[in-house]
Nanobody
Framework: QVQLVESGGGVVQAGGSLRLSCAAS????????MGWYRRAPGNQRELVAV???????ASEDSVKGRFTISRDITKKMVYLQMNSLIPEDTAVYFC??????????????WGQGTLVTVSS
């Protein structure tokens, strides 16, 4: 019904940058929020950053000042610009969306995940 496709992961040295992208498709009437979560080895999945329908954002403390979330409403895309990466940012990053479908149903969707590896 709703699909999320991520791109942009990879391997980068500490101090480097990566940009993640996520495209939403399907029977979407409106998007309440889109965001990024991550799961590091041995850890639970945690919220990284989220952007809401009013363009307000929220992010996890450890990424503030380094990561920036943005979106393109017309393309139904969300981006995560990650700068000053550190090894602790190594994780699988998942795109998430909370949407209202054309049938007026509230749905949550997850992407398949993209691996970000930061080497020291």
């Amino acid at each position: 019904q709703v699909q999320l496709v991520e791109s942009g992961g990879g391997v980068v040295q500490a101090g480097g940058s990566l940009r993640l992208s996520c495209a939403a498709s399907g029977i979407i009437y409106s998007i309440n929020s889109m965001g990024w979560y991550r799961r590091a080895p041995g850890n639970q999945r945690e919220l990284v950053a989220v952007v809401f329908s009013d363009d307000s954002t929220a992010s996890e403390d450890s990424v503030k000042g380094r990561f920036t979330i943005s979106r393109d409403i017309t393309k139904k895309m969300v981006y995560l610009q990650m700068n000053s990466l550190i090894p602790e940012d190594t994780a699988v990053y998942f795109c998430h969306a909370a949407v209202i479908t054309r049938g007026s149903n509230a749905l949550e969707a997850w992407g398949q995940g993209t691996l970000v590896t930061v080497s020291s």
